[in-house]
């Protein structure tokens, strides 16, 4: 047993003034922090453990606040020790969505994602009491593609031609994205971090990155999530749903975009997260030892290169991405 599990399971009982309290493993998680899950009394909470040289408790205290004040199902915080990267929350479950979604569930489940997701595009904050998702983040992050899948975990160059490719086609995808709307943006909306919850579905999660974003992001990582694949068509309807839902509660103002637009700029957006992503998953593996994301990473290209085949601005980034995938 570690020095930190020791302290961890020490405050946990005092914050809950229970001598026998145990802590098991509440979630694995792509950061450096933990979760543990306890019961009283009938009663769960989770112990969340940041430490607090690798990951700040502010952010996840700042965006908890914020979404709470918008009446969003997220944790509450019960108590909190920030030397020492300790928080205790209430537990939204163990129903995790990527567990609960099949065709009898799933226009049930997104219809709710997305109904909390027009909650937070349309109420929650647009100003400096978040990060700005500028061309820099954007940019950095679809480095993360080249530099730990292809230099890293494939061991490979591009030719300089196919770098020319990569850098147009980054630059094309951070224009689309700073095109859009600007709105309260979670940053990881999916169905890892999606609970099914009998009231006021979904419980949402790991949400301590968000920042003022495109409109598009949060819906395509929800309908084109990397841990669960829906045919096209299926989702490019879900996706003018929402437009129509934007349009009728005020995140988009009538005319200010088409469907025919609003579709490219939710294609355009999926291919920056989910070269993104797939640079995560590799990093994820050699970086910080947890190869299990590895077998996201072929579902996660095969979105880059089904869209880049369909607009001729993203057909070199499409070439590059499906020669990427034979390579895995």
Same mark, same amino acid.
């Given at each position: 047993? !570690?020095?930190?599990?020791?302290?961890?399971?020490?405050?946990?009982?005092?914050?809950?003034?229970?001598?026998?309290?145990?802590?098991?493993?509440?979630?694995?998680?792509?950061?450096?922090?933990?979760?543990?899950?306890?019961?009283?009394?009938?009663?769960?909470?989770?112990?969340?453990?940041?430490?607090?040289?690798?990951?700040?408790? *502010?952010?996840?205290?700042?965006?908890?606040?914020?979404?709470?004040?918008?009446?969003?199902?997220?944790?509450?915080?019960?108590?909190?020790?920030?030397?020492?990267?300790?928080?205790?929350?209430?537990?939204?479950?163990?129903?995790?969505?990527?567990?609960?979604?099949?065709?009898? %569930?799933?226009?049930?489940?997104? *219809?709710?994602?997305?109904?909390?997701?027009?909650?937070?595009?349309?109420?929650?904050?647009?100003?400096?009491?978040?990060?700005?998702?500028?061309?820099?983040?954007?940019?950095?992050?679809?480095?993360?593609?080249?530099?730990?899948?292809?230099?890293?975990?494939?061991?490979?160059?591009?030719?300089?031609?196919?770098?020319?490719?990569?850098?147009?086609?980054?630059?094309?995808?951070?224009?689309?994205?700073?095109?859009?709307?600007?709105?309260?943006?979670?940053?990881?909306?999916?169905?890892?971090?999606?609970?099914?919850?009998?009231?006021?579905?979904?419980?949402?999660?790991?949400?301590?990155?968000?920042?003022?974003?495109?409109?598009?992001?949060?819906?395509? !990582?929800?309908?084109?999530?990397?841990?669960?694949?829906?045919?096209?068509?299926?989702?490019?309807?879900?996706?003018?749903?929402?437009?129509?839902?934007?349009?009728?509660?005020?995140?988009?103002?009538?005319?200010?975009?088409?469907?025919?637009?609003?579709?490219?700029?939710?294609?355009?957006?999926?291919?920056?997260?989910?070269?993104?992503?797939?640079?995560?998953?590799?990093?994820?593996?050699?970086?910080?030892?947890?190869?299990?994301?590895?077998?996201?990473?072929?579902? %996660?290209?095969?979105?880059?290169?089904?869209?880049?085949?369909?607009?001729?601005?993203?057909?070199?980034?499409?070439?590059?991405?499906?020669?990427?995938?034979?390579?895995?």
């Amino acid at each position: 047993m !570690s020095d930190r599990f020791s302290l961890l399971e020490r405050w946990a009982r005092r914050q809950l003034d229970w001598p026998d309290v145990v802590l098991e493993p509440a979630s694995s998680d792509a950061s450096f922090r933990r979760y543990f899950r306890v019961q009283r009394d009938n009663t769960s909470y989770i112990l969340m453990d940041a430490p607090p040289e690798r990951e700040s408790c *502010g952010p996840f205290i700042h965006v908890t606040e914020l979404l709470l004040e918008l009446g969003l199902h997220v944790p509450e915080i019960l108590a909190r020790d920030l030397d020492n990267g300790f928080l205790l929350l209430t537990d939204l479950g163990n129903r995790l969505y990527l567990d609960e979604l099949n065709e009898n %569930t799933v226009d049930r489940l997104y *219809g709710d994602a997305l109904g909390a997701l027009a909650t937070l595009q349309s109420c929650g904050p647009c100003d400096s009491r978040l990060p700005a998702y500028d061309r820099e983040l954007l940019m950095a992050e679809m480095g993360l593609f080249r530099d730990w899948l292809i230099r890293t975990h494939l061991d490979r160059e591009l030719a300089p031609a196919q770098q020319q490719a990569l850098q147009r086609s980054f630059d094309a995808l951070a224009q689309s994205a700073l095109q859009q709307p600007r709105v309260c943006v979670h940053r990881d909306y999916h169905s890892r971090n999606l609970m099914a919850s009998a009231v006021h579905n979904p419980g949402i999660l790991d949400y301590q990155d968000a920042v003022i974003g495109p409109v598009t992001y949060d819906l395509v !990582s929800l309908l084109r999530d990397c841990y669960i694949a829906w045919p096209r068509e299926r989702v490019e309807r879900w996706a003018l749903g929402y437009h129509e839902l934007a349009l009728q509660t005020g995140i988009l103002r009538q005319g200010q975009v088409n469907e025919k637009t609003f579709l490219q700029w939710f294609d355009w957006m999926g291919v920056q997260r989910h070269l993104k992503a797939s640079g995560i998953f590799a990093r994820l593996n050699h970086r910080d030892d947890k190869p299990g994301y590895l077998q996201d990473i072929p579902r %996660t290209l095969a979105y880059v290169t089904d869209v880049c085949a369909r607009y001729s601005e993203l057909e070199a980034l499409g070439e590059i991405t499906a020669q990427v995938a034979d390579s895995l």
